[in-house]
């Protein structure tokens, strides 16, 4: 796909009225890429460790605000 033209999602038909839409774009840039294709799997595994680590925090400090 080419990410210079126009996209988007699609209207949605909500089934519930409290439902909300999440959209994930992923996307991999070359450079990127190449850095991390020779990483072993204990590295990519302490990698994502810390990822949700530092998520698990962010929503906790989330709630505390709401609160």
Excluded: F
Excluded at 13 to 25: D, F, G, H, T
Excluded at 30 to 45: P, V
């Amino acid at each position: 796909m080419d990410v210079h033209q126009p996209h988007g999602n699609l209207l949605i038909i909500l089934e519930e009225p409290n439902a909300y839409r999440l959209s994930i774009v992923c996307y991999l840039r070359l450079n990127i890429w190449l850095k991390t294709r020779g990483i072993s799997k204990k590295q990519m595994e302490k990698h994502i460790k810390t990822i949700k680590k530092v998520l698990e925090h962010n929503k906790n400090k989330t709630k505390k605000n709401k609160k």
